[in-house]
């Protein structure tokens, strides 16, 4: 996942070995361009020679986290606890085959705006909207002379859509509360009054003034 635009990518391996992993990462690199650092956990496939020497001849800077410290990459771990469990809401219904879905869910997680940066990791990326799957079906819809098993196929693969869509919308949504929850967890509610006393603190020239009395504005 991008630190700064939060763009995320999932690729289903059936290994994790360190060669593994340099060949899904150097293709997912030739999409979005190569970043100036990445920063990962103390897995012996991150920390081997084969990794570190592809991340050096590539001009990546690589840091790690804190061992047992996941908090250290805070973001990340909240979006692989989301597609889990979009993943498992997935598989309620495409059990047999739930790594096809991974690319529609990341779909949608990609287009949905973070409330944190007001837009879509998509836009941030790419600079405008995406043209979607949805916008794309419709078009072809309109096309009287589809055939029967494309036109069975089209639809199936809209449900898919539409349920990734629904799935990583409503984690989304949740994942998004309890964050809120969790940074309000501590804080209180006040009232002030018109004869409550206060301090101005001025960030960057360093110096405060009152205390002064707060007052009614008409």
């Known amino acids: 996942m991008c630190a700064s635009t939060r763009f995320p990518e999932a690729i289903p391996l059936r290994n994790i070995k360190a060669k593994t992993i340099v060949k899904a990462l150097t293709k997912f690199f030739t999409l979005v361009g190569l970043p100036k650092s990445i920063q990962s956990d ?3 496939n991150f920390t081997s020679g084969l990794f570190q020497e592809v991340m050096y001849e590539l001009g990546i800077e690589q840091y790690t986290s804190s061992a047992y410290h996941p908090e250290s990459q805070g973001a990340l771990e909240r979006f692989h606890q989301t597609l889990k469990n979009m993943i498992k809401t997935y598989c309620f219904d495409f059990e047999k085959d739930w790594d096809d879905g991974v690319h529609l869910l990341l779909f949608s997680a990609r287009e949905a705006v ?4 007001g837009f ?5 990326v790419f600079g405008r909207t995406v043209r979607g799957p949805l916008k794309l079906l419709k078009e072809k819809w309109l096309n009287d002379e589809i055939d029967t098993n494309l036109l069975d ?3 199936k693969f809209k449900y898919r859509l539409n349920r990734a869509n629904e ?3 409503d984690n989304l949504k949740e994942a998004q509360s309890k964050m ?5 967890k501590d804080a209180k509610s006040r009232v002030f009054s018109q004869e409550t006393k206060y301090w101005s603190c001025f960030q960057y020239l360093d110096t405060h003034s009152g205390p002064d009395t707060m007052g009614l504005i008409q």
Do not use: M, N
């Open 180 to 184: 809120k929850r969790w940074y309000d």
């Open 153 to 155: 196929y089209v639809s």
């Open 120 to 124: 879509s990791p998509f836009e941030l």
């Open 167 to 169: 799935i990583a919308r």
């Open 114 to 117: 973070q409330e944190t940066l």
């Open 42 to 44: 103390q897995g012996s």
